[in-house]
């Protein structure tokens, strides 16, 4: 039960980004051709809020719900981080959809997103499966 | 009502989504302490459904269940998004946005999404099928490679001002440079 909550705070997530046309593909081509503000509007500011918010949990110490400290965990830097993260920006231009827009099209109706939640499913298991090999 | 959801079903301008996205950032941490980022959910499935003895899949994936009900609500978003408040029109592009589209062979009059993409038509398109297959799997391989997708570094590691984050976030945009004006108009061309 105590995960019913994460439910109502992703279906928020999920509207927002749906509502916004995040979610759409025409909206990252525009992105990517520079031929729009919306997609920068929409990242930027919601990091200026979400920096704003972690700055204030921080100076403040608030503690979660649950009365613990609230604590983020460093972010590490490896060669995935150029590696992965130019593989992910192809995919991500290529298909119009980041994991976000994935499930929210899933839940719009879209029927053929499924084959690339499937293949994106599929390519996390192959990453999971070659990391030992691969450079990071 | 009926007025109120029309309302509603307006395409939400940048500066009403935005700062309601960034939002999300502290409602977990105090909710939750969780950290926002939507792509460790494919990983937990992978985990959950066919670990084999993988040891990147080989880990307590039920602590992390919140992540796959978080999941579930954008799923639940979206349905709600897509059919209740359903905006009836296209989505409103520039001149220049839907010459480009165009010029992909894609129609710019569609709705949210293209119909020859993502529709049921898509199943019986080579060129959809290698989209979505080839732009699917890239998603995934590179945001576990990379540590995480565009929520896990690009809202919440920038929102904690971590710069491995602004690193991977720059490489996104380098990669979808990449496709979008030298790879893309190859694929498109597919019959």
Redesign the interface.
Known sequence: MKNIKFLLIGSLFGLILTKTEAVSWYRIQEMFHFQSFHMYGIIGSAVVVGLISVLLIRFFKVKSLGGEDIVIPDKTFNKGSIIGGTIFGMGWALSGACPGPLYALAGAGYPAIWVAIASALFGTWLYSYLRPKLPH | MNTFIEW?SQ?????????????????????????LG??S???H??AAV?P?N????KYNWKAE???L???????????????L???PDP?A??V??QA??EA?GVS?RDG???ES????E??GSLR??I?????????????????????G?????????????L???????????????V??PF?YALP
């Open positions: 509603l395409p939400w301008p940048w500066y009403v989504s935005g700062p309601l996205i960034g939002i999300t950032v502290p409602l977990l941490l105090i909710t939750g302490n969780k950290m939507i792509s959910s494919l990983r499935t992978c066919y084999k993988i040891a990147f899949l269940s919140w992540n009900f978080f999941a579930g609500g954008i799923f639940l978003g979206g349905l709600i998004g897509g059919t408040l359903a905006n989505v592009l520039t220049e946005a480009s589209v992909l710019a949210l999404l293209p993409l993502f529709g049921w898509a199943f959809a099928w989209i979505l297959v080839l732009g699917g799997f890239m998603i995934g391989f590179g945001a576990r490679y990379a540590g995480g997708c565009t929520s570094h690009a809202i919440m590691g920038l929102s904690s001002l971590q710069w491995p984050s690193v991977t976030v720059i490489f996104f945009f380098i990669g979808g440079l990449l496709m979008t004006h790879l893309a694929f």
